[in-house]
């Protein structure tokens, strides 16, 4: 999986760990992906997991329904740039 590689090197314990991937699990289903191990959203998706929790936010659902929302804001805001 897409964030286990991002936090094997992370300073977090266990239970923490386990948390995020969670939340991942739930936004790439939210979002209708699938972890295939390089798709470029995925790590998207991932990183903004990764963010939500730094904030502090430590609930799964609560890192899943904000890192999802903010991810179609953006998506929402790119398709509206002048190309």
């Known amino acids: 999986m897409t964030i286990w590689r ?8 266990p239970e923490e760990k386990q948390i995020l991937d969670l939340a991942y699990r ?10 295939g191990g ?8 991932a990183h903004k997991i990764i963010e939500v929790n730094a904030r502090g ?3 799964v659902v609560a ?8 991810l179609k804001s953006a998506s929402a805001l790119a398709r509206l ?3």
């Open 6 to 13: 991002m936090l094997t090197s992370s300073e977090l314990g």
């Open 26 to 35: 739930q936004s790439l289903k939210k979002l209708g992906l699938i972890d």
């Open 38 to 45: 390089d798709d470029p959203l995925c790590e998207v998706v």
């Open 57 to 59: 936010v430590r609930n």
């Open 63 to 70: 890192i899943s329904e904000i890192a999802v929302r903010e």
């Open 81 to 83: 740039e002048p190309e």
